[in-house]
């Protein structure tokens, strides 16, 4: 040690070996909850029961509009629920509906929405199977 960290030692005091360890041992906990919560939510999460995308979107005329999606469903989902809206040029909610999609109908759905004026977008809301807190 040199003079000018023996002085800086004397005048602020030198790190205690207790600290440095408690810091370390702090930051391993950390980590170890974050690896923990990744594993879980890559394991829980990953795979939903269900899983919808959009492929495309027309609007029809006035009062109409449809929508093409894809709808992933696990054979065993009962009444799993699915909703989209329609959108006018001033983005107010033209038009609305939720469905239960036949698995047997297939993978892809076209889906026709009526709405109360022209619409200018379908708006994709996504799938949830009972006990699912959010659209997918």
Known sequence: MSTTDDSLAQRYGAPSAGRRLTVLVLAGVVAL???????????????????????????????????????????????????????????AIVGEKTFSPDPADGPVYEVEVRTERRATTVEWLGCKAPGQPRYR
Do not use: Q, Y
């Open 33 to 91: 909850g974050f690896l923990g919560w990744l594993v879980w939510a890559m394991l829980f999460h990953s795979n939903p029961e269900i899983a919808s995308e959009e492929i495309g979107h027309e609007v029809v005329d006035d009062h109409t509009a449809t929508i093409e999606v894809r709808i992933e469903i696990d054979d065993d989902i009962d009444d799993p629920e699915c909703a989209l809206r329609a959108i006018s040029h001033d983005k």
